[in-house]
């Protein structure tokens, strides 16, 4: 049973430039939430995909955005990027509902995006 | 002042000495997580807790709800408990959506 699968593992971009990265849940979940964490920081939420719609979002600008597919798999696309937009990017999968409410979100690996 | 507050936020020690990690918030919560990362980036959920007192092998994790207050012990620390443990609240239950601290990196030492 593999759990959360993401892609790149890594990737370099350069100022204004736009990248896509890849998340696919833990089989059997069906929502995704994003973070964004900076060199010696705890991740930071930026938003949450269930039912191919964004459920919730955090204090991130409009040049990220997101989206599901009908698999329940994700893209985080980041637009313009900027030199503080370096971080590790991580996914994490859950199942929505309140009987799974008890449960943690599972983690992928992350995506370490480094921009020039 | 961040939401979640994490203490030390670095800690050598040797191998066998009891680990103490603490963790004060100041929202009201639904759950209180502690995880574990390593060097690599991958974040693994150690324990989700509430109420009371989990254990599980050599860790475990404590919540005081009245004073928002959490901590992660580890007992007869080895090298490989070398990683980073974050701790995580989540508001409302049920919206996975983590405030998390900035972490503990813990070395130990053979």
């Known amino acids: 049973d593999a759990g959360v699968t993401q892609s790149p593992t890594h990737l370099i971009k350069t100022r204004g430039q736009q990248v896509t990265l890849r998340c696919s849940p833990k089989s059997g979940h069906d929502t995704v939430s994003w973070y964004q964490q900076a060199l010696g920081q705890g991740p930071q939420f930026i938003f949450q995909?269930?039912?191919?719609?964004?459920?919730q979002r955090g204090n991130f600008p409009d040049r990220f955005s997101g989206h599901q597919f009908p698999n329940y798999s994700s893209e985080l696309n980041v637009n313009a990027l900027l030199l503080g937009d370096s971080a590790l990017y991580l996914c994490a999968s859950s199942r929505f509902g309140t009987e799974y409410s008890n449960q943690p979100q599972h983690f992928g690996d992350g995506t370490r995006l480094s921009i020039l | 002042k961040n939401e979640v507050e994490q203490s030390p936020q670095n800690l050598t020690a040797q191998e066998g000495e009891f680990i103490t990690i603490n963790c004060s918030y100041s929202?009201?919560?639904?759950?209180l997580h502690w995880l574990q990362q390593h060097p690599g980036g991958g974040i693994v959920s150690l324990f989700m807790l509430s109420s009371g007192k989990k254990k599980h092998g050599r860790l475990i994790a404590t919540i005081n709800i009245q004073e928002k207050h959490s901590s992660l012990h580890i007992t007869a620390s080895h090298p490989r408990d070398s990683a980073v443990y974050i701790c995580a609240v989540e508001e409302n239950s049920g919206t996975y959506k983590y405030i998390f601290g900035t972490g503990t990196r813990l070395k130990v030492l053979a």
């Open positions: 995909y269930y039912e191919e719609e964004e459920r």
């Open positions: 929202v009201g919560i639904s759950a």
